[in-house]
């Protein structure tokens, strides 16, 4: 037998305390632990301690812990060291097993959950490091006692058998989740495509089910960790007494659960979703003194030959999934594989694969839309060009082109929204990269940029690199950043936008006085420009509390010494109301509806040359910046 040995963890977290109450938390499991309070020194003692188990946080400064996991996943000194994250974000949970994750625990920390996670990692990585030595051992013994074969059978059998019980305690640890002793992600993964090379063989009638918990979460925050998996434990039991043996039940993280079912027919999904829920409406979870009626919300998708990898069966269970909690408990959304057909249909949309099949054919197109000084330069000096870019999808099955508010959100959602920015970026850069003679007199062109986006590190990285390619000057571009969309770390997105404006790009806090996050951004955040959210320019001129609104944000804007521009500018009753309030800038119709962003199109738009020398802006502060999505 391999000799037992002291366990060695690994705590991560950038808040000592936060080390100290997990290590108190494991002071009785007699392991060894180490402690890092960053991730450079985490990859620093992974590689020299070489630890049996990382507990890593995932919110920290510089390096954060899905790097930090990425990093040591790449390394082959230490990409099999399992890799618990802690955190207080459920959003982390799915990222985090994206990186190499083996599990998650969640903060406030339930030292009970954290013992008996901890312990079963150790536990599996234990019997694959004496799996290794047995096999070692084994493969030894076996030329070692070929001429004694006859006395050494009996020990060398009982040997044997010692390595397949470990080989198929290991299986079912890596097939299983250990809370309900269902099928886990990784297994479904597997039976999924296999069952995926089927159906592209043969005809095969096949479902999937997604199914939602609701309240899984108030179960847990209120009665704790213990109850919330005996509620699963629970929930498993009462779904799968409801199945047939050849159905395919597992849970997938989380208080999701997924079901492949075969030969049901064509209303086979809907009928056992409608089953699943009518049990769960007589099912009461019972917890001390304390009951809880439970529902799901169940997506439903058919198999076919249009899905083609677990992947895509996922990512299409999960938005009919999330429109289904969103029309309430004990929903049922049966996936619709048309595509776009329209903005009344909006919804039956499966935007990831729409937005992932747009990317891979170049389906987006770049337009632009003029900004419009309202106060002449000094000596009525023309100001250089301002333009907003504004990005559309093209519908190839209906010839049409479907605007950003449709698909905006549906990006962010899926993680894509990085890939759309990107693709702008270069479009934008490489078009000002073919007409040098036009720098000049451009003043500058905004590009919409999602606060989501720049917290991917390499962005900055990246757009500096696509200015140097295409020889275009840092100063013609200017990022608008929506007020709207939560910057979670101040810090990085800070360091980002420095980062930019040394090489002249400026900045624009877009739809500004939209959320509640303004004053704040302001104050830390390098902007150089506002944008007065249109929703509040729009009917000024009829709206008195919206004209109110507009001439306090003008005010403030002028303390603070930056340029205003207002979007959605449609009347000249607006546009005089805003000349009088000191408005630099107007945005919209009544001066400029979007058009194609083409060479032509931009230098059709061109100021004419300057006589003499160039005058400065309406505002004293830098040039204004973009616009919104139109």
Same mark, same amino acid.
Not at 78 to 84: A, G, H, K, Q
Not at 477 to 484: A, H
């Given at each position: 037998m391999?000799?037992?040995?002291?366990s060695?963890?690994l705590?991560?977290?950038?808040?000592?305390?936060?080390?100290?109450?997990?290590?108190?938390?494991?002071?009785?499991? $007699?392991?060894?632990?180490?402690?890092?309070?960053?991730?450079?020194?985490?990859?620093?003692?992974?590689?020299?301690?070489?630890?049996?188990l990382?507990?890593?946080?995932?919110?920290?400064?510089?390096?954060?812990?899905?790097?930090?996991?990425?990093?040591?996943?790449?390394?082959?000194?230490?990409?099999?060291?399992?890799?618990?994250?802690?955190?207080?974000?459920?959003?982390?949970?799915?990222?985090?097993?994206?990186?190499?994750?083996?599990d998650?625990?969640?903060?406030?920390?339930?030292?009970?959950?954290?013992?008996?996670?901890?312990?079963?990692?150790?536990?599996?990585?234990?019997?694959?490091?004496?799996?290794?030595?047995?096999?070692?051992?084994?493969?030894?013994?076996?030329?070692?006692?070929?001429?004694?074969?006859?006395?050494?059978?009996? $020990?060398?059998?009982?040997?044997?058998?010692?390595?397949?019980?470990?080989? +198929?305690?290991?299986?079912?640890?890596?097939?299983?989740?250990?809370?309900?002793?269902?099928?886990?992600?990784? =297994?479904?993964? &597997? $039976?999924?495509?296999?069952?995926?090379?089927?159906?592209?063989?043969?005809?095969? +009638?096949a479902?999937?089910?997604? %199914?939602? %918990?609701?309240?899984?979460?108030?179960?847990?925050?209120? !009665?704790? !960790?213990?109850?919330?998996d005996?509620?699963?434990?629970?929930?498993?039991?009462?779904?799968?007494?409801?199945?047939?043996?050849?159905?395919?039940?597992?849970?997938l993280?989380?208080?999701?659960?997924?079901?492949? =079912?075969?030969?049901?027919?064509?209303?086979?999904?809907?009928v056992?979703?409608?089953?699943?829920?009518?049990?769960?409406?007589?099912?009461?979870?019972?917890?001390?003194?304390?009951?809880?009626?439970?529902?799901?919300?169940? &997506?439903?998708?058919?198999?076919?030959? /249009?899905?083609?990898?677990?992947?895509?069966?996922?990512?299409?269970? +999960?938005?009919?999934?999330?429109?289904?909690?969103?029309?309430?408990?004990?929903?049922?959304?049966?996936?619709?594989?048309?595509?776009?057909?329209?903005?009344? $249909?909006?919804?039956?949309?499966?935007?990831?694969?729409?937005?992932?099949?747009?990317?891979?054919?170049?389906?987006?197109?770049?337009?632009?839309?003029?900004?419009?000084?309202?106060?002449?330069?000094?000596?009525?000096?023309?100001p250089?060009?301002?333009?907003?870019?504004?990005?559309?999808?093209?519908?190839?099955?209906?010839?049409?082109?479907v605007?950003?508010?449709?698909?905006?959100a549906?990006?962010?959602?899926?993680?894509?929204?990085?890939?759309?920015?990107?693709?702008? %970026?270069?479009?934008?850069?490489?078009?000002?990269?073919?007409?040098p +003679?036009?720098?000049?007199?451009?003043?500058?062109?905004?590009i919409?940029?999602?606060?989501?986006?720049?917290r991917?590190?390499g962005l900055?990285?990246?757009?500096?690199?696509?200015?140097?390619?295409?020889?275009?000057?840092?100063?013609?571009?200017?990022?608008?950043?929506?007020?709207?969309?939560?910057?979670?770390?101040?810090?990085?997105?800070?360091?980002?936008?420095?980062?930019?404006?040394?090489?002249? !790009?400026?900045?624009?806090? /877009?739809?500004?006085?939209?959320?509640f996050?303004?004053?704040?951004?302001?104050?830390?955040?390098?902007?150089?420009?506002?944008?007065?959210?249109?929703?509040?320019?729009?009917?000024m001129?009829?709206?008195?509390?919206?004209?109110?609104?507009?001439?306090?944000?003008?005010?403030?804007?002028?303390?603070?010494?930056?340029?205003?521009?207002?979007?959605?500018?449609?009347?000249?009753?607006?546009?005089?109301?805003?000349?009088?309030?000191?408005?630099?800038?107007?945005?919209?119709?009544?001066?400029?509806?979007?058009?194609?962003?083409?060479?032509?199109?931009?230098?059709?738009?061109?100021?004419?040359?300057?006589?003499?020398?160039?005058?400065?802006?309406?505002v004293?502060?830098?040039?204004?910046?973009?616009?919104?999505?139109?």
């Amino acid at each position: 037998m391999v000799t037992a040995r002291v366990s060695k963890i690994l705590i991560v977290d950038d808040t000592p305390h936060n080390i100290d109450v997990l290590s108190a938390t494991l002071a009785d499991e $007699h392991c060894e632990l180490m402690a890092a309070t960053s991730g450079a020194r985490a990859l620093e003692l992974a590689a020299r301690g070489r630890p049996d188990l990382v507990l890593l946080d995932v919110m920290m400064p510089g390096m954060d812990g899905f790097e930090v996991c990425r990093r040591l996943k790449a390394d082959p000194a230490t990409t099999d060291i399992p890799v618990i994250f802690v955190t207080a974000r459920t959003d982390d949970v799915s990222q985090g097993f994206a990186v190499g994750g083996s599990d998650y625990i969640s903060k406030p920390i339930n030292a009970d959950e954290v013992r008996a996670r901890v312990r079963y990692q150790l536990e599996r990585r234990n019997l694959l490091e004496q799996l290794r030595e047995l096999n070692h051992g084994l493969e030894e013994k076996v030329r070692e006692r070929t001429a004694e074969l006859t006395i050494a059978n009996r $020990h060398l059998r009982q040997e044997i058998n010692e390595r397949r019980y470990m080989q +198929d305690r290991l299986n079912y640890l890596a097939t299983h989740d250990f809370v309900t002793r269902l099928y886990n992600r990784g =297994a479904l993964d &597997a $039976h999924v495509s296999e069952l995926l090379a089927r159906v592209q063989r043969t005809d095969c +009638d096949a479902v999937f089910l997604l %199914i939602d %918990i609701d309240q899984f979460r108030l179960v847990n925050e209120t !009665c704790g !960790c213990i109850a919330g998996d005996e509620l699963l434990r629970q929930f498993g039991e009462v779904v799968g007494g409801l199945l047939q043996r050849t159905d395919f039940f597992a849970r997938l993280g989380g208080d999701k659960f997924g079901v492949v =079912a075969e030969d049901v027919g064509p209303d086979g999904g809907p009928v056992l979703a409608r089953r699943i829920l009518d049990q769960l409406a007589e099912f009461e979870f019972h917890w001390e003194e304390r009951s809880f009626k439970m529902a799901a919300a169940v &997506a439903v998708v058919r198999i076919a030959r /249009d899905i083609v990898s677990f992947d895509q069966l996922m990512l299409v269970a +999960d938005e009919a999934a999330y429109l289904a909690k969103r029309e309430g408990r004990g929903t049922i959304r049966v996936h619709d594989s048309s595509l776009l057909e329209g903005e009344g $249909h909006r919804e039956s949309v499966n935007w990831a694969l729409v937005l992932v099949d747009a990317l891979k054919r170049n389906e987006f197109r770049a337009y632009f839309q003029r900004l419009t000084p309202l106060a002449a330069g000094a000596g009525g000096a023309t100001p250089g060009l301002h333009v907003e870019t504004l990005i559309r999808l093209w519908d190839p099955r209906r010839q049409k082109l479907v605007l950003p508010g449709l698909f905006i959100a549906p990006a962010e959602r899926y993680h894509l929204i990085g890939e759309l920015d990107r693709w702008m %970026i270069r479009e934008v850069v490489s078009l000002l990269g073919k007409l040098p +003679d036009t720098h000049d007199r451009i003043d500058q062109v905004a590009i919409n940029l999602s606060a989501v986006s720049i917290r991917e590190p390499g962005l900055a990285q990246f757009v500096a690199d696509t200015l140097r390619e295409h020889g275009v000057p840092g100063r013609l571009l200017c990022f608008e950043i929506t007020e709207t969309e939560a910057i979670v770390n101040l810090q990085s997105a800070s360091e980002f936008m420095h980062n930019l404006n040394r090489l002249g !790009c400026r900045f624009s806090l /877009d739809d500004f006085g939209s959320g509640f996050a303004s004053f704040t951004y302001l104050r830390q955040l390098p902007f150089d420009t506002i944008k007065i959210d249109g929703m509040f320019v729009r009917d000024m001129d009829a709206d008195l509390v919206h004209g109110g609104m507009v001439r306090s944000m003008t005010e403030m804007a002028r303390l603070l010494r930056k340029p205003v521009v207002a979007e959605f500018v449609e009347t000249e009753a607006v546009a005089g109301l805003l000349r009088e309030l000191g408005v630099d800038w107007a945005q919209g119709f009544l001066y400029h509806v979007p058009e194609p962003l083409t060479a032509d199109a931009l230098r059709a738009s061109l100021p004419a040359p300057a006589p003499a020398a160039a005058l400065p802006a309406p505002v004293p502060a830098p040039a204004t910046p973009p616009a919104a999505l139109a």
